[in-house]
């Protein structure tokens, strides 16, 4: 997640620079081997999907999306995703569509602001 958040060419905006400035701070940790093994366990999925076209399966997996993903599933948190809804016939792997898949909670920004008890 840091090398998409704070290394990508179209990340250099404040969130980048606030990133790396906490990289030496915790902020960044690398994966627990579980998390790790369940983050190859979600690529094979996705690599051996057929319904999904092979360029945006290649995507998905360069980035940080599948680490997300499977740092919910082993904490047993929500993922927070910009995708609203799920697509069971997408040809792109989404990623409500990736967590369906591997039960793993998962809602738009306005549902975490509903879960939060934000309003407006």
């Avoid at 606030?18 to 902020?27: A, Y």
């Avoid at 910009?82 to 909670?105: G, I, L, M, T, Y």
């Amino acid at each position: 997640m840091y090398q998409e958040v704070a290394e990508h060419e179209d990340h250099q905006d404040d969130v980048a620079l606030w990133v790396r400035n906490r990289k030496e701070f915790g902020l960044c940790i690398f994966p627990p081997a579980d998390v790790q093994r369940l983050e190859g366990v979600i690529l094979e999925w996705v690599y051996s999907n057929p319904q999904f076209d092979k360029p945006d399966t290649w995507n998905f997996g360069r980035g940080g999306d599948p680490w997300v993903i499977a740092h919910a599933r082993i904490g047993g948190e929500t993922v927070v995703t910009q995708e609203s809804a799920r697509h069971p016939n997408a040809r792109k792997p989404r990623v409500p569509d990736v967590c369906h898949h591997f039960d793993v909670d998962c809602v738009d920004v306005l549902g975490m602001f509903g879960r939060l008890g934000i309003t407006f």
